[in-house]
């Protein structure tokens, strides 16, 4: 009893000293030395231009964290209101996914989107937008009357209640914030509990909208890919890529973040910080692209559209034409130096979520300013896919180099087509070879051949040139198109309530001049052609130079291939060489430069004067529904090919329009460049050519 005396006294008489006598102190000790760990942000990697120039990189910013502190809930949320009111009064933004217009006291999201909303919150499916603010302002016991400041709270505190909000892991409430909104914070620190503003990379687009839909967009990783990507280290707090090669090559992007230890009391005030591990920035990226190319490419192609619209060109209206694409390709390489869409988007409006009008401009927009129509856009080529009909008819021995068809207008067979000259002036080319045909761009000399050698033959070639399979190109989203075949009805005819289809000789004819069921996009047409240019030598298509570590060392390229190939799924690449007799090659050579060199050639107009040689072929192409659309694919020089360039205008009206796009940007690439308008100004020799 003596010993248990003795002990309880010592218990008593060490709690006296604790709670009396150093009370005070070591309560000041314990709310000083609340130790958290807080994430340092590593910057993205920088992507550049073949020629090192910046595209994209990341800047220093601010951003608003908060953590959860020992305050009651009515100080919580007037520390909220306070922030929100010092971001608003500086035109800083903080993040509010409320899917509410304050203003008109509407829901902005879909009826069905509001529902699910709605039953994930626990709110009342039938409940107004007035139900629903007061039901989100009793549920976080918001005092305040005035609309403006519950509007504020509700958005916030929506925040905190949606991600992982402790006393160790923070929430953001607003990113990328002003100096000025940055300095008033930090000042009033002592009263913001558990508020703290980190330093954080933020990505910049310094190229704007060039470039947008190679590049592509970062922004804040959703629930969804957060719980496929947390064990790899990602936090609710991470940016993402979303599309292009910010997504193709997230992995390599993004960088390592550090940590950093800080001593806090129990109502969020910071007394000391000291880095734990440090943060190591990402991979860079470098891109095959002209940056020069690609810009003047993006303007030529827009100016293009814009012209042909208000009837630029022949004084003929198309208001049909409001979208297109162009590719320029290094033949001996296969390396992608300008990839264009037009129209295009700003890749800086997404990092953060973009507003309803934003997402209307974007999303709601006919025109479709996010697709990218190089390489998911499919078309009917037209009359650009003549060489393909005429190299397999060569090459076959349905039709020889220097033997004649002669055009009499109407062909014989099938639905009995008629040469495009007889549709528009009652005439016919007479006497065409495999080189006058292409130059005059005679239906019926491609409706015979096609009649002697079937179309299996003409699929067989357009397949060994690439058309309608992927290119393998590194970027999200790429579609195979479809080559015309009969093995493409019978799979027609395999789709479960499908409209029965017979292969007729009227699709072969159609078929041999580019319609029919013929739809590639405008960079498996560059593909084409550069592998023309380059008399059936195949190479493998790229848009990625190298893949550089932080350190400065370039990553093995077989091993990023591997990577790549298997998040995208792209399959290997038949890069064997298509064999193609001289001869014959010479032929189509001959032919496509009288297209650009000879009088009576579809684009003589455009190309006659132009100082370098260059082989083309111009295809009007009808569209599903509207205007025909607009082709122009040409290489150059002659001799000696070093690019291939390909530019389509939706609802275009002719090619020939479209020569003057491609020659503008054949003028940049050889140092030929005026300004854009006067590149466009269209002469009127050959003006009235239709193909």
Known sequence: M??????????????????????????????RRLVREAETYAPRGDIFDRYGKVIATSKLGYSVQIYKTKIENERLNNVLLEVANILEKNGDEYYDNIPIDYENMTFTKSENSIKNWKQKNKIKEEATVEETIEFLKNKYQIQH???????????????????????????????????????????????????????QPVRD????????????????????????????????????????????????????NGSKRLEMDSYGRISNEEEVTESSMGSSI?????????????????????????GGFSGIKYNDARAGAAVVMDVKTGEVLAIASYPNYNPEEFIDGISNSEYDKYFSNEDRPMFNRAIQGTYPPGSTFKMITGIAALESGAIGVNEYVKDTGVFYLGHKPACWIWNSR???????????????????????????????????????????????????????????????????????????RTWTIGD??????????????????????????????????????????????????????????????ITEQDLSKINIKNENIEAIFEGMKSVT?????????????????????????TAGSGSDNAWFVGFAPYDDP????????????????????????????????????ENLNMTTIGANIVD
């Open 2 to 31: 003596i010993l248990l005396f003795l002990i309880a006294s010592i218990f008593i008489m060490q709690l006296f000293n604790l709670q009396i006598v150093h009370g005070e102190e070591y309560r000041e000790q314990s709310e």
């Open 597 to 621: 060199d000879d009088s009576g050639g579809t684009a003589y107009g455009t190309f006659h004067s132009f100082p370098i040689e260059v082989a083309g072929k111009t295809g009007t192409a």
């Open 286 to 310: 470098v891109l095959t692209l002209d940056l020069d190319l690609q810009t003047m490419t993006e303007k030529v192609l827009e100016q293009m559209v814009l012209k042909i619209q208000s």
């Open 205 to 256: 687009y310094v190229t704007g909208n060039v470039a947008s839909h190679v590049i592509g967009y970062i922004g804040k990783i959703s629930s969804t890919e957060y719980e496929k990507r947390k064990d790899k280290g990602y936090s609710l707090n991470d940016y993402i890529g979303k599309s292009g090669i910010e997504s193709a090559f997230e992995e390599y992007l993004r960088g390592t």
């Open 642 to 677: 070093e690019i291939a360039v390909v530019v389509i205008v939706e609802h275009g009206g002719h090619g020939y329009y479209t020569a003057q796009a491609v020659k503008s940007i054949m003028e940049e690439y050889f140092g030929y460049n005026n300004d854009v308008n």
């Open 426 to 500: 009652r005439q016919a080319h007479g006497n065409v070879n495999a080189e006058t045909a292409l130059k005059v761009s005679c239906n019926y000399y491609y409706y015979e051949v096609a009649s002697r050698m079937g179309i299996d033959k003409i699929a067989e070639y357009a397949k060994k040139f690439g058309l309608g399979q992927k290119t393998g190109i590194e970027l999200v989203g790429e579609v195979s198109g479809t080559v015309s075949s009969k093995e493409y009805v019978e799979k027609l005819n395999s789709r479960k309530n499908a409209t029965k």
């Open 508 to 569: 072969t004819l159609s078929s041999a001049i580019g319609q029919s069921y013929n739809n590639f996009t405008p960079l498996q047409m560059c593909y084409y052609l550069a592998t023309l240019a380059n008399k059936g030598e195949k190479n493998e298509v790229t848009i990625i130079k190298d893949v550089i570590d932080s350190d400065g060392n370039i990553i093995d390229r077989a091993e990023v291939q591997k990577s790549i190939n298997e998040k995208l799924g």
């Open 145 to 199: 009357t005035e609309i403006d400041d519950v509007r504020k709270i509700i958005a916030l505190r929506y925040e905190l209640s949606t991600n992982v909000y402790t006393s160790y892991k923070p929430v953001m409430l607003a990113k990328n914030i002003s100096i000025e909104s940055m300095l008033e914070i930090e000042e009033k620190n002592v009263s913001l509990s558990g508020v703290y503003i980190i330093t």
